[in-house]
Every structure is written in C-alpha cells, then in structure tokens.
T-cell receptor, first 116, second 116 residues
Framework: EAQVTQNPRYLITVTGKKLTVTCSQNMNHEYMSWYRQDPGLGLRQIYYSMNVEVTDKGDVPEGYKVSRKEKRNFPLILESPSPNQTSLYFC???????????????FGNGTRLTVT | AQSVTQLDSQVPVFEEAPVELRCNYSSSVSVYLFWYVQYPNQGLQLLLKYLSGSTLVKGINGFEAEFNKSQTSFHLRKPSVHISDTAEYFCAVSEGTTDSWGKLQFGAGTQVVVTP
C-alpha cells in the first residue's frame, strides 16, 4: 500500500532532550516536507526537500533540523526541544516537486509531540 | 507572497443540509488552489484542486468549489452533508508560477460539525 509513515504517533518528552521523528514513503517520491499544525494557525511548513541531499527552509525552521540521505526517508530532528514546539507534526511527500505537475501531496497520519 | 483566509473557524450543520466553507486568498500572481480534509486522528487528504481551466471544480465525496478570480475566492460547497463529513477542512494556495510545493500556504482551517 502506498503510504507515508511517521513514527512515533505520540511522543512526550522534556525540554532539551534530543529527539527524532521519522518519516518514510514507499512511493519513490522526490519531494518531501514537514509541517506543524497548531490551533488557529493551520499548517506551517518547517523544512522541505526537492530530492536527495537537497533541503530548504520553510516558514518556521527555527529549532529544527532535517536530512535527506536517501530518497524514502526524511527525519525531523529537534536537537533541544522547547515547550513552544509542542504541536502536531505532519510529513508529506509528492512524486514531483511542484503542484503544476499534477502530482498531489500525500500526508502521513501525524505525530503529536508534547514537550514539558 | 500569497496568503489564505478561511472566514469561519467552525461551521455547525444538520445532516442532509447544504454547507459552504469560505476561502479567500491574496496574491499578486496567478494561483493554484486546493481544499484538503482532515478526519480525526488522520493526515490531510486532497478533496479537490484548481490548477487551470474550468472555474467549477468537482472533487471527491460530492464536494465542489468555484474559483472566482475577481473576488479572489475559492469557496467549497456540498449540497447535502452526511455525519461522516464531520472533519476539519483546509484551503491552501500556491503561486501558479512556482516550481516547488514549498510555496504552499494553508488557511487556519474550518471545523465542520454535522449533527442529526
């Protein structure tokens, strides 16, 4: 089944303890992206990647890192999490890099992160 | 840069009644427009999209939307809702000239609650 898989689904951690949220897609997609969803703000993009070894900042990259060493995986790293990073995180992927290519975005089921 | 405004944060509606979710955008260039639906504890799914051509766009689950360039709107409608349409709905816009999904902007979301 074609899908975007995020792990874990739920994560509670403490301030300053490094964590990684994994994202994997099995559709050979070039484009991958991370969003955070907060009430009243919709989804805001954190980082995105057009292909292997190519990453760019989105609208809210501060406090986050990503890597794209292989096509299928795009982990999100919080080196020193803080309470304001408590949020619902989504990974997404697309076959090609642009909406005009008519390749839709596929979303994972989300990771709910709580930082105390 | 473009932006998106969803005018209603919550829309209560009775089963089998019609619903309209309003979305307005601002952009100085041509745009691509999208509506996504998020069911509880799930990621976002594409309902419909406007890339070019006919301004009336039909999507899945009986939803449709109309692109109105003069009013910079992309309102979503369904003539008769079901209980299963209870979800959060997001409008999103991307520049029509963009070469990247990285320019996609989401609205804050509209929660639709369908009651019997």
């Amino acid at each position: 089944e074609a899908q975007v898989t995020q792990n874990p689904r739920y994560l509670i951690t403490v301030t300053g303890k490094k964590l990684t949220v994994t994202c994997s897609q099995n559709m050979n997609h070039e484009y991958m992206s991370w969003y955070r969803q907060d009430p009243g703000l919709g989804l805001r993009q954190i980082y995105y990647s057009m292909n292997v070894e190519v990453t760019d900042k989105g609208d809210v990259p501060e406090g986050y890192k990503v890597s794209r060493k292989e096509k299928r995986n795009f982990p999100l790293i919080l080196e020193s999490p803080s309470p304001n990073q408590t949020s619902l995180y989504f990974c997404a992927s697309s076959l090609l890099g642009a909406p005009r290519d008519n390749s839709p975005l596929h979303f994972g089921n989300g990771t709910r992160l709580t930082v105390t | 840069a473009q932006s998106v405004t969803q005018l209603d944060s919550q829309v209560p509606v009775f089963e089998e009644a019609p619903v309209e979710l309003r979305c307005n955008y601002s952009s100085s260039v041509s745009v691509y427009l999208f509506w996504y639906v998020q069911y509880p504890n799930q990621g976002l799914q594409l309902l419909l999209k406007y890339l070019s051509g006919s301004t009336l766009v039909k999507g899945i689950n009986g939803f449709e939307a109309e692109f109105n360039k003069s009013q910079t709107s992309f309102h979503l409608r369904k003539p008769s809702v079901h209980i299963s349409d209870t979800a959060e709905y997001f409008c999103a816009v991307s520049e029509g000239t963009t070469d990247s999904w990285g320019k996609l902007q989401f609205g804050a979301g509209t929660q639709v609650v369908v009651t019997p």
